[in-house]
Nanobody
């Protein structure tokens, strides 16, 4: 499966952005996740969603501000980011895992998108 992420940009703190990730391929039967990597830092987990969309899980740092969702008819997963902070600045990657429940572990993801830059100014 190929993943194409979009929706990043430059915003001021406390504003919102919505990231999208479109999957192309024979199936969208994957758990999906968003990860991010800031300059000089390790890649970190942000959010994951199950195949059905009924189960989600978030990193503590974004819980209550970010919402992951998916539209299986459109082969698309979203990350709605509200109340953005400068520390959210990073390249955001979407990824697909054969684990239908999704996962916070990057090691379980087989497919990765190219990343989209999010920059939050104070």
């Amino acid at each position: 499966v190929q993943l194409q992420a979009s929706g990043g940009g430059l915003v001021q703190a406390r504003n919102s952005l919505r990231l999208s990730c479109v999957a192309s391929g024979p199936t969208f039967s994957y758990g999906m996740g968003w990860f991010r990597q800031a300059p000089g830092k390790e890649r970190e987990f942000v959010a994951t969603i199950s195949l059905s969309g009924e189960s989600t899980y978030y990193a503590h740092s974004v819980r209550g501000r970010f919402t992951i969702s998916r539209d299986n008819d459109r082969n698309t997963v979203y990350l709605q980011m509200n109340d953005l902070k400068p520390e959210d600045t990073a390249v955001y990657y979407c990824a697909a895992t054969p684990w239908g429940a999704g996962s916070y572990s990057a090691d379980l993801y087989d497919f990765w998108g190219q990343g989209t830059q999010v920059t939050v100014s104070s």
